[in-house]
């Protein structure tokens, strides 16, 4: 029976993403530092098994076979999106994907070292080739899936996105935020004058932190049997759903920045942990996609974390760890913070969405050739200024340089971020239409409500949707910008100023 | 070229036991404790790729293809190398792997719940049925190989050690020890009249531990940006020569298990980090074997980590992280306590061969059919009476039930440990000789010299030479007792009592 014969397969490949996955997490957090060079050996060794057997032309037979079996429902739902990966994944030649990989693990590396250098001229060549390759690979998934180029690119990484879709949805988002970046900060500004800022001052033992952050992690639902916390360089989540790695940074100067950091991370986490563990060896029991993800660690983060009835609950647990009895109006102002900046990745959620869209508007361009790489730097700066009032004009490290994402040839990407922000916050609005008194249930710490709809909307429900399906069955509607201009008006507006 | 598909095929089997070995230490250190059955699904498939690699049939027409091609020394003994692994590899039929190892996982599960209940009678089903298969694994290996069954079964752990070498070794050591136990003993009974045991009493918190054990390692020659110390429940030596991992335990009141532990994985990891890096795909470039690594880890931790000049050095080192300031008189009567007891485990170097031996004769005659499995605890009664005039026999799980050997089914491994030790013996004299101030070297924490001499003698042959060969270049002779009993009579003898 071939859908027995995709189980096994499933089954083969899950052991090789467990190996890679631990591997990637432990080369993070425990490797000794000289082990890389041998980790970098073993993981390509093992990733091209993991392609190798993935890609396998018998598949496809398998496939057609097992369509044509005597299945349930779930298992039919399971056949079609193996058979959707299995296309992303042999629509492009393989000595494309060669000439593609060397060209990106150059085009890495020099921007790693030229970033630090701003030196935009040095890195131009590698990225016009990466740009120039990214056109083509947008070609041939254009031409195997029957979609627009740049909504090819986006389908490996939220199927069933389209920009006919999104850009009506973000422009009406940037419409907003360009006159409420202004009333964000104004209002702001004006409650500063009335109570300045008090700093959250102290130096926090890391232990004290960490043990901070665990009791917030576990009060939200996070299973600490199935994961744990570590540090690294650059905080991720990992690992796998049966042991899901999740890491931090500490300053003993700023418990805010980790403690943010880790709510973030584990949103990431309560999605692996709650996928359905019957079909963890098969795309449908897989995370949805990027934006879905990036929706589950924001409604952890932002809907619920920067929510001032959380910090009802959450204020005696920081007191309990760090000692300091803060009030909701010492560290609100901090967990509120509105600034505008020119990095996206220190952002705050007013402001995020702007840096998205730039980019958004600039990868189409880039992708069908309305805009060439050399003509960045300009593009750029013209968007920064009009967005954000920032110039970028003579530091391409933190304008076109500052992402890793386009010298890593991935396009189509950077709209996730900023889907995820919208998707949650109308997830939140659905959930407290379904359950009304949330917002009492954070001031008490009682997650188990809110993560009982996540668990049955979203998290239960792995790969079997598309990502628009995915909302509208979620939330009883399409992506909506309104959701998430009205909880930025909410916490950030004027309506906020006389509270 | 064949050489050249045996190369690729060994950069695939690396990667695959890379995986295997970090997923194996991530087990024992980091991994949440609801991972383990994933991890077990991955690295049980995991291991199955590789066995599905390392025994394809078409490896047999390489090799023959390999050994016809004009190659270097090296190269030809890295094919000789790799045609012993594949026959090892391939002797058993695949219908009779898969039936012992079902067995060997019943018995190990059976055992670890009846030894705990020491019930004899409940378990002696299964270990009846692993004597049974192992009998017939001995036969089968004996037949493909061309050697006694038992030697079969030594060759997996050490290859070219055969009971005709071994027996009148062991024989003649048995005979020493016997005399030598009560000698040892009364020497320490007479030592501890006059000088009274001063109890190493405090507290010492296990982070100060850690880093006593961090600089011990890194002074006795461990690369620190090759590998790690962490904590597991049983201290091991694992992960790869890049970044090898080893464990200790700690308990605040008894720093010197720990620290003496540390040494021991140390004298392990010594040996993995210095292995022929070029070779480290080929079983050319593995370590040779269990008595050869034994070798090594009890150098570390008996001939240099118990020698009294070491302590001279090492006692500085311990007031600086511990703040104690015990003199040599305080340490050695711990460093060399002397005790008979029934655990092999907890068994000190003087009586620890004794608990060998008598494995050693009684495997024998469990493999030769001349013993039962029903007859294992008055057979093993009667040896310890004899041997360490203790009983047994109203405490299977003292008894036959004590390690975890033969209940998964590995004969012929017990040897393994008095053969390391005596090893590391007649590396230390061979060494003295070479290099006659290797204790002074000791006493002021000075191990480059010996560390050359081992790295050239040993480290760097890799899997060059069979064990005994290995032993007899690197010291000029064969297996010899005498340098073992000298070393014990030294240390523990009446020599030592005046002084």
């Given at each position: 029976m071939s859908f027995q014969k995709l189980d096994d397969l499933g089954h083969k490949l899950e052991a090789l993403e467990h190996a890679l996955a631990i591997l990637g997490a432990d080369e993070a957090?425990?490797?000794?530092?000289?082990g890389g060079e041998k980790r970098a050996e073993a993981m390509s060794a093992l990733a091209g098994m993991h392609h190798a057997r993935a890609t396998a032309p018998e598949i496809a037979d398998w496939i057609a076979a097992a369509e044509q079996e005597t299945l349930n429902e779930e298992q039919q739902a399971a056949v079609k999106e193996f058979r959707r990966q299995y296309t992303n994944l042999t629509c492009l030649p393989v000595e494309f994907v060669e000439r593609q990989t060397t060209a990106r693990m150059r085009s890495e590396q020099l921007w790693r070292d030229l970033r630090a250098k701003n030196d935009w001229a040095g890195f131009l060549p590698a990225l016009e080739g990466v740009v120039a390759l990214v056109r083509e690979e947008a070609a041939l998934r254009a031409d195997v899936l029957g979609l627009d180029p740049y909504d090819a690119l986006m389908e490996q990484y939220d199927p069933g996105n389209r920009a006919a879709d999104i850009t009506p949805v973000f422009a009406e988002l940037k419409t907003f935020l360009r006159d409420f970046v202004p009333e964000a900060l104004a209002v702001q500004d004006e409650r500063l004058a009335k109570h300045p800022l008090k700093p959250l001052s102290g130096s926090y033992a890391i232990e004290k932190q960490r043990e901070l952050g665990l009791a917030m992690m576990a009060a939200v639902g996070f299973d600490l049997t199935h994961g744990s916390l570590s540090v690294s360089h650059h905080p991720f989540c990992g690992g796998v759903p049966s042991d899901v790695r999740i890491t931090t940074r500490y300053k003993t100067s700023d418990f805010l920045s980790a403690l943010m950091g880790v709510l973030h991370e584990t949103g990431h986490a309560l999605y692996e942990q709650n996928l359905p563990q019957a079909w963890a060896h098969w795309p449908l029991g897989k995370a949805r996609g990027m934006a879905v993800h990036e929706s589950q660690s924001l409604f952890v983060?932002?809907?619920?974390?920067?929510?001032p009835e959380f910090w009802r609950w959450a204020l005696p647990v920081v007191e309990k760890h760090l000692g300091e009895a803060w009030s909701i109006e010492d560290i609100l102002p901090h967990v509120h913070r509105v600034e505008r900046g020119l990095i996206r990745v220190d952002a705050d959620e007013v402001t995020y969405p702007l840096h998205v869209i730039l980019r958004y508007e600039l990868e189409q361009e880039l992708v069908s050739g309305r805009l060439e790489a050399a003509d960045l730097p300009e593009a750029w700066d013209a968007k920064m200024r009009d967005y954000l009032g920032l110039s970028t004009i003579d530091i391409p490290a933190d304008g076109p340089m500052q992402d890793v994402h386009w010298p890593g040839a991935a396009f189509g990407y950077f709209p996730s971020y900023t889907l995820g922000a919208m998707m949650a916050a109308q997830q939140w609005a659905a959930l407290t239409r379904d359950h009304p008194c949330a917002d009492e249930d954070l001031a008490k710490g009682n997650f188990a409500a809110i993560n009982d709809w996540r668990r049955q909307k979203?998290?239960?429900?792995?790969?079997?949707?598309?990502t628009p399906d995915l909302l509208e069955r979620a939330t009883g509607e399409k992506l909506n910008a309104t959701h998430f201009t009205e909880h930025l008006r909410k916490r950030y507006g004027e309506v906020l100023k006389g509270a």
């Open positions: 957090t425990h490797m000794a530092v000289g983060e932002k809907q619920i974390g920067r929510n979203i998290w239960s429900q792995g790969s079997r949707w598309s």
